[in-house]
């Protein structure tokens, strides 16, 4: 707790905190003191002048700033003035003489701080008789976004956030006094995954985003608060709806998750959701195998039956369920209800083979929470790079290193945290083990990494770098840095609400509540509220295409998943997929999984249903609908329920309202919690759920499994872009343009030795697959390593495998 | 009674060269310095009050005891001198480099200091030629470097060249310069001498405040103390420009008045004409008239008067000057020099020029004299000297200064040029 | 790839290791770039931002802030009037014309030829000589527009390489703002301020050993 000091605000006393800026004291307490440059989550700059006040001080009344003044005890504090008003009528105007005013074709009209303020702080008539200064009017300055220059009060927040917050400095003041101006570098634009931030935070219309641009009148929105689904950060967002149609995502901020800020591919989903393409109507494989559109009752009927059928012939156990990690909890839990009571299964996974142990992701002791990073005196990120996979993440983490965390990264690749890391260790894939085990040992070409990792708190941010990386690596990490002084571990995935799913129980190896699926106790508790539970054993994804592929088993229900883009392995999951005997798919896109199946429902996505999701941390969040969705699509849960009462049962999914209440019952580790909770008050930030005496959830303790390195000639990284070829960006138009070629880089010392030029063809060859690229180079990889990112068009078949060719094409 | 310019007004052909700084006494006052406790150093130039001669008159011994116990901590050398009319650094810089070297070596050595930057403004190749071959000079001599003269102490000197922006003068847009980044002032607190350089304590001092330091250190700061008027001791380099008959840099001790100084050194008005107005120090600082020709010289009477005597430059005006062209060249100049930063200074240094250009040519309104007051009062509040500083630092509110002169003093002059278009 | 002559090169290596963090070389950098190129091009700032690990962005921040950075091609001869206060009342104006008119180019132009840009520019610190003219950053004090006019034509007739500022006074100066001292024999060789004690503009040392 910080200490209290008492300040008069306009003859109000307040207590405040001592040291806070007087700007957010004052605000805090209900005086909203007018600024344009001062960001709540931005340092001070002082520059706009707007939030002048007069502070009595010991040498008479000072006419201050109020961003960049700390509060201390006795300060006498005057808003409202007749000085402080007409310094303030002096800056509005001042900033309005060279401002076009050209509110009623600005997008920012009827939300615009200017304007507002203009309206009651502002003089009336210009006194201004001079030329106004001219720039171009909007110029592109990215794919995203447009920069309108007469507009720009140079209030340096777009500037500020890009290089403080963001890290990518791609937008700068140029020139000086009256002729400064916000701009770009000549064929450098504003390619940052974070640019949308900036546009929102412009206090006036000079910054927009083409996705918005001209969509809606600020006075036709409804606003909605609600959670990113695109990622398992579970940012905070603001659903903007006008004439029932999704037009926008605003960051809301959340002081625990993501500050207000989002990433650029969270932000403009919204595109996707908008789809055309989107399905909106249910879809039978008709006699001359073609998917033609079909009634409900038709679809319903050829599902309950195709599943049916295989369960009487096969039993249960012969079909799976891949999915669940799109969607919301209360979807997750209706999946894995219905898989494990309707179809008698155990071959459930919301994981797609990029996962690590689901006992480590949602159980790992001591587990952290986002807000640890900055009491973190040292941060240990072996794991993903947080920029493409948890952007928002990556952004906090910037920050605690930024306010003197130590920062250890270690990754095959350079990554975008590189930068601000105190140490940054770069390895071979599959060399990762022998790495550990010089750390643990304090190897002396380690040593001081060793001696920078000793110093508590520590956070250890744990996960897979890549996909041909043996997850059990992680757990290796993992069991030594909880070791380390006041050790907290946050195993990262990325899959949006896998954490969520994971903890529906949506896995070979959990029960709803993180509950192993191995425990008798919480088996026979589940088994009072389910009545039947399968006992065999369950497969994971990959084990399930392994199955389906062998033909063990013979059907497969998929909600909201895309195994042939999504696996290492995606042809291989191409042909389980057609081996298959009969395969339900429930999704909102045709995505090339569900093209293959034999009936195809159409769900409602994200901004279409009520319900929870769960974060990285555990933290349950609320998601909310904001708009109808397309023609006859219906939630996930609903069709479930249908099914099952068609194959002759229920799992009492009758709204998503009593899902949510079975769950609170079910699953020990979501006891109690109600959605009022999270709507109101704390639990708007969502709610880590303490875990209760008596209950069973896990506790996992990571062990190193003592793991031998891989050696390989050449060794292959991949891993996932933010924009790679997923549905949200191949059905945005603004973030379809973004995705990436297919490429694979080298070294370029190992170019040269191969013999391949830059931008030369290859084939890239593993045991699981190959693919002909274009080869491009970089210097950051470790020597003899090939990286080709994921699901970029190609990465998705080359498996998991370590070793790989290449073999020279031109 | 000469300090500074004695070296080379008694050997104008090489007072620059080492050679002729050690035949005439140089660098015994750092061999002095560095038998000396640091401590004891800092005592010598706080009993000095010498006052800071870069435009603020800050005590320099006093900001030197605010440096604040953190290493690596560092000295910089304020050689920016843009301040028009002002031109006395140049003098130094070019005449007697290793005066100011010394002197940095001194103050580096008592505040602790292991690195320190001399910024000198990018128009001064000559004086930077000169530095940079006088600090080639001192390494090789070992007067700067590893184990300064077996005493231990390490010093590097690093001659970092400024490229056109008036607004590095002010120290921390100079630091953020001397770190490649735009020269925009800083939020104060924290000051330099907390957070400066590299986010570092660093003390910025004047070319002449620290060309001082080898005389302090050899005679005492009582010695200098003694010198001069209280609060003005010590001798001070002024620039005379404009209208006198002998312009140029004079070294005198503070106390006569602006009467003597224009008359007894600048013999007086060209052409035999009657002074209209001058400028007692630099640009920023508000205008005198005939009227303030006995105000002593003294950093203290001129603030009582109403002005300042800022960096020393004292810029003359004739009969015959056409004052709102003067002024008109004076605010140009700020909006100029504006960073940009600061709403008021940007866009109402740029709308006074603006105004005030229209009016010289004949396009003025008569409700342009009370816009240009009230845009004054909206850069500088309650329009009052010194100024009521709501902007990042000074120089938005300087630019009102030739403003408010005008409308003072001369505002039947301006109301002419709106009813006739022509000055009277 | 930074394409520069081997001596500049090389001058970027000590410039970096003049200074505790690489951003602080930015300024001298820009200088060495602005003598490889003869202005600030677009690639001289890439070549800036690759040294010192900056985005171009933030290089052309910085290099746009500053006046004498240009980043438009500049004549052989750069010829910067003052007209700043001081000068301003003792005729800077009618240099600043004066020039122009020779030249037949205006203030803030290049000439087609590329033999003169012009410019006026504020306080140069020459203000007791007022009014004072620089060419190639090499001063001139008390000049006169007549003599201004002389100036150019000298330039131009004569071509002078390197260009130096004692020589210029001695032609077409007049009142100086302190005695000069010994005549110097160093002096720039383009439209960039030769700093260096040892000679031409930009490869100088700028720092200490
Ligand atoms: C706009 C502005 C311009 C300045 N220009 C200079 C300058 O050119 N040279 C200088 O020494 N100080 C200048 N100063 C003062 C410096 O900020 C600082 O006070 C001074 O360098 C401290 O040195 P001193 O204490 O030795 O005077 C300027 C201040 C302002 C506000
Ligand atoms: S573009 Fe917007 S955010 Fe950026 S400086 Fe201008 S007004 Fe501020
Ligand atoms: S970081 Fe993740 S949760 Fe946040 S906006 Fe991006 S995709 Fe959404
Ligand atoms: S007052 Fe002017 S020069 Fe000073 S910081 Fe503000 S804008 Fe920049
Ligand atoms: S909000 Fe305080 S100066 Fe801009
Ligand atoms: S005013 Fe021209 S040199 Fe100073």
Partial sequence: MSERVTITVDGIPLEVDAGELLIKAAEDNGTYIPRFCWHPRMKPVGMCRMCLVEVEGPRGILLTTSCNMPVSDGMVVHTESETVKKAQEGILEFLLINHPLDCPVCDRGGECPLQDQTLSHGPGESRFVEEKRHFEKPIPISDLVLLDRERCILCARCTRFSDEVSGDPLIEFQSRGNNTQVLTFPDEPFASYFSGNTVQICPVGALTSKPYRFRARPWDLEKTESTCPHCSVGCSIEVHTSQNEVIRYQGVDNDDVNWGWLCDKGRYSFESVNSAERLDTPLIRNASGQLEPASWPDAMEAAATGLASIVEAHGGNSVAGIGGARGSNESAYAFGKFMRTIIGTNHLDAQLGDGLDPHFLVGSTPRGVINDLDTAKTIVLWGPDLKEELPVLYLRVRHAAQQGAKLIVIHPRRTGLDDRATFKVVYKPGEGPALLNKLVEGDPGLAEVRAAINEGPVVGLVGRTGLTEDPRLAEAVAAFLRELPKATLMPLARRSNVYGALDMGVSPRLLPGRVSSASESGKAALREHWGSLPDDFGRDTIGIIDGLADGHLKGLVMMGSDPVRDVPSGNRAAEALSRAEFVVAIDTFLNDSAAAADVVFPALGFTEQEGTVTNLEGRVQKVTQAAPGPGQARPDWSILEDLAHRMGGSIGATSVNVLFKEIVTVAPAYRGLTWVDLEFGEGRDGLVMPLEEGDQPIQYVAVDPGLAPTKAPLALHSARTLYDDGVHTRFGPSLERLVGAPMAYLHPDDAARLGIPDGGEVDVETVQGSARVQVGFDPSLAPGTVFVPFNQGIGQNLGSAVEVKLEVVS | MKILTSRMDAHPSDSHTISRYLATGGYRSLKKALSMEPADIIAEVKASNLRGRGGAGFPCGVKWGFLADVHPRYLVVNGDESEPGTFKDRQLLERDPHQLLEGVIISSHALGVNHAFIYIRGEYPKPARRVQQALADAYASGYVGRNILGSGFDLDITVHLGAGAYICGEETALLNSLEGRRGEPRLKPPFPAVEGLYGKPTIVNNVETLSNMPWIVENGGAAYAAIGPEGSSGTRLFSLSGHVRRPGNHEIVMGMTFGELIEDLGGGIRDGRAIKAFIPGGASAPWFTADHLDVPVTIDDVAKAGSMLGSGAIVVMDETTDVVKAALSVVSFFAHESCGQCTPCREGTTWLENMLRRLTVGQGRAVDLDLLLDVSDNISPGLAWPPRQTTICPLGPSAVSPVLSILTHFRDEVEALVTTGVSS | ?209
């Fill in chain 3, 1 to 209: 790839m930074i394409t520069w002559s081997k001596d500049r090169a090389e001058a970027a290596q000590r410039i970096l290791g003049s200074y505790p963090e690489r951003r602080s070389a930015v300024m001298p950098l820009l200088y060495v770039a602005m003598a490889e190129y003869g202005y600030v091009s677009e690639q001289a700032m890439r070549d800036v931002a690759e040294l010192t690990g900056l985005t171009p962005v933030q290089v052309s921040s910085v290099a746009s802030f500053y006046t004498m950075y240009k980043r438009e091609e500049v004549g052989r001869y750069l010829v910067s009037v003052c007209t700043s206060v001081s000068c301003h009342l003792l005729g800077g104006d009618d240099v600043l014309h004066a020039v122009e008119a020779e030249t037949g180019v205006p203030h803030g132009e290049t000439g087609p030829d590329g033999t003169f840009s012009v410019e006026h520019v504020e306080c140069i610190g020459a203000c007791g000589g007022a009014p004072a003219v620089q060419v190639n950053y090499e001063l001139i004090e008390g000049v006169t527009p007549e003599k201004a006019v002389e100036l150019c034509q000298w330039l131009n007739a004569t071509e002078p390489d390197p260009l130096l500022g004692d020589e210029m006074q001695a032609l077409f100066g007049g009142q100086r703002s302190f005695d000069w001292g010994p005549s110097e024999s160093t002096g720039s060789k383009g439209p960039v301020p030769a700093f260096g004690p040892y000679s031409t503009a930009g490869t100088d040392r700028l720092a200490g050993p």
